[in-house]
């Protein structure tokens, strides 16, 4: 098999395994694509492979005895050449489709085929095995061991990898809870497994989560609205994946809903969708015909009904609608003696689901008041108020339980939020760190080279001419004073970046004349003019906020207008929460498109006339000020000058 077949094959096999949950019909091309290549190829696993990938579509989709044949052609390649992994996983997958097609022996003894060969699998793998076990021997005559490997797998959660398998295995145990009238413990679980299912958008899983929801707040809580909330998530996705077995399933659930909240015009659409789809479907005849014969007696179609009953046959719970339906007639005898035959008024035991039991219940009440037996009409109603005490407990624990999940994921939610912030802001970090690296390297490797060819003719001995010779030492004595001065810059910034400040009071009258008198020089070689206001006590760090006050104006008398002599006027302002001291030259000013710029490092003035200084003065000054919570802004107008201003927070200064 060449190269190129092989890599066309696994990524094939990648993309099934992306594609299956969410889209079948896709995952069903690829896979019949897989086996093509495969058959061609002579790459007998590959052949294994697509077989249990086709074998899975047919499970998925409820068509069972297509998937047994699909997993069988799979088992029987991966016996012939030793591929037991391959086997095991396609074996555990044909027990699935054994039990949904109502062979659980066969189930069973797939199983226990495969059971010896198990110690041979990774601990994970034979955990995703255990989960198609329980899941397979579930509700059969080995239910108890079913339960012993669901209660192992929800012990041992975080051993499994992918937060679909946990959710699979939590909903999947929440179908035995609810099977036991566990209501409040199989709500925990589930709102657990659809914090896991929702993360990976695990479609299918997430649909059986929400039907559980859905019967959990139905029979165990009696809130139909919020059951109906979770009966239509579970349709709309087994719409998106036709699903048509669960949109079936769905609608019939959701007829009982609507009919039981009273939305009667709902509850007709659902039984209209269940007529279009019945012919094609075939589900438990008698969960069917329950919820329709409900929805006929309360939406009035009693004759309709009538005749359902009466073609259906005798069930445990024909007495109790045939009385209501005569009852609904006008015929309250008749309906009083086809209760009198009974032995016990309990529908509940008549195989009724809570939410029509409970209705049936109402109207059982409504014919003893009538035909005045008040006895049966008040010890059924002592029967019904101990049932409505228990739910209310419930239902109330349930609410806490809600909220608990909210709060839990509204938590998980901000970290999630929390780690993409920090994850941009250190992606931007990294590439400011970068750019700040490329620069600095650019910058000192000009005046590095400038002083190796400067110095190699010095070295070399053709330079007779001694006034050349002292202007290639003077050269060369620049270039070291630049890569000085850089490198004196850049610790400063490292400094300004990384340091935790001891903060006292700075008076800033006094510190920029002490500034003044160091600068004395340069402000009498280009005659600046310097006129200082009255200024407030900052809290800050002095020798810091010494370099900062002294860039800001070096820069005004660097960075002056070659028309005039440099002016600097220096005063405080308010702003806010923040008091301000103020630079304001009449230099040549920063162009409006380079004024976001200027604070970034290696960033010069483009309109300057002069190459003086290493860009990093009031990248400085602004780490400076960032570092005392404060903010640096300027204002500034090409030809007419600006204006540095400096914020510091006003709770840590005084007048």
């Not at 920029?512 to 008198?517: M, R, T, V």
Request: charged share 25%; proline share 2%; aromatic share 10%.
């Amino acid at each position: 098999m060449s190269t190129a077949t092989k890599d066309q094959l696994s990524e094939l096999s990648e993309n099934w395994h992306k594609c299956n949950s969410e889209e079948p019909e896709k995952g069903k091309a690829i896979a019949l694509n897989i086996l093509d290549l495969a058959i061609e190829s002579n790459d007998l696993e590959k052949q294994c492979d697509a077989y249990n990938y086709i074998g899975i579509y047919h499970l998925n989709k409820g068509e069972y005895i297509n998937g047994i044949t699909e997993f069988e052609k799979s088992i029987r390649i991966a016996e012939d050449n030793d591929f037991i992994r391959k086997k095991i996983f396609a074996a555990s997958n044909l027990a699935v489709c054994f039990k949904f097609s109502q062979q659980f022996e066969q189930a069973y003894k797939t199983l226990a085929k495969i059971d010896s060969e198990l110690d041979q699998l990774s601990a994970y793998d034979q955990l995703r095995i255990k989960i198609n076990k329980a899941t397979t021997l579930q509700y059969t005559e080995y239910h108890n061991e079913a339960i012993q490997d669901f209660e192992y797998l929800v012990n041992n959660l975080n051993e499994l990898k992918t937060s679909t398998e946990k959710g699979y295995v939590l909903t999947t145990y929440c179908e035995y809870l609810i099977f036991d009238n566990n209501y409040l413990k199989a709500l925990e679980y589930c709102l657990e497994a659809e914090s896991y299912l929702i993360k990976e958008s695990s479609s299918r899983f997430l649909a059986i989560n929400y039907d559980s929801l859905k019967q959990i707040y139905a029979y165990g809580l009696r809130n139909p609205e919020k059951a109906i909330e979770y009966g239509i998530k579970s349709l709309e996705i087994n719409k998106r994946l036709d699903q048509k077995h669960g949109i079936f399933a769905c609608h019939i659930s959701l007829l009982e809903l609507y009919t039981y909240s009273g939305q009667l015009d709902e509850a007709t659409k659902s039984y209209q969708k269940i007529n279009e789809l019945i012919n094609n479907y075939s589900l438990e005849s008698r969960k069917l015909e329950i919820n329709f014969l409900f929805y006929l007696i309360e939406t009035e179609k009693i004759k309709e009904a009538e005749d359902l009953i009466l073609k259906s046959g005798k069930f445990e719970y024909t007495p109790y609608l045939m009385a209501i339906i005569h009852y609904k007639k006008g015929e309250l005898n008749t309906g009083i003696s086809i209760l009198e035959e009974l032995t016990s008024f309990k529908p509940e035991d008549a195989g009724l689901t809570d939410l029509i039991n409970s209705k049936v219940n109402e109207y059982i009440y409504q014919i003893f008041l009538d035909s005045g037996r008040l006895k049966d009409a008040i010890n059924l109603m002592s029967d019904l108020y101990h049932q409505e005490k228990e739910l209310s407990k419930n239902q109330r624990a349930a609410l806490i339980l809600e909220k608990h999940f909210q709060f839990e994921n509204a938590k998980k939610e901000i970290e999630i939020e929390r780690l993409k912030t920090e994850k941009l802001s250190l992606d931007r970090l990294n590439s400011s760190l970068e750019m700040f690296a490329y620069n600095t390297a650019h910058d000192l490797k000009q005046p590095a080279r400038t002083l190796n060819n400067l110095s190699k003719l010095l070295m070399e001995g053709n330079i007779p001419d001694e006034k050349t010779q002292k202007e290639i030492l003077s050269f060369i004595t620049q270039s070291s004073n630049r890569m000085v001065n850089l490198i004196d810059d850049l610790l400063s910034y490292a400094k300004s970046e990384n340091s935790i400040f001891d903060m006292h009071e700075v008076d800033c009258n006094h510190l920029l004349n002490e500034i003044f008198s160091e600068l004395k020089t340069l402000i009498e070689e280009h005659n600046a003019k310097i006129n200082l206001k009255q200024l407030p006590v900052i809290t800050g760090n002095q020798k810091y906020i010494r370099l900062l006050f002294q860039n800001i104006i070096t820069n005004s008398i660097k960075h002056k207008s070659p028309e005039r002599n440099p002016v600097i006027e220096i005063y405080s302002s308010k702003e806010d929460d923040f008091l301000c001291i103020n630079f304001k030259d009449n230099g040549v000013g920063v162009p409006e498109s380079e004024q976001h710029k200027i604070f970034e490092p290696f960033k010069k003035n483009i309109n300057s006339s002069t190459n003086d200084g290493t860009g990093l003065g009031l990248a400085i000054c602004q780490k400076i000020i960032q570092q005392h919570n404060g903010k640096i802004k300027l204002i500034s107008e090409v030809g007419k000058g600006s204006e540095f201003i400096l914020c510091f927070p006003l709770a840590e200064t005084r007048n």
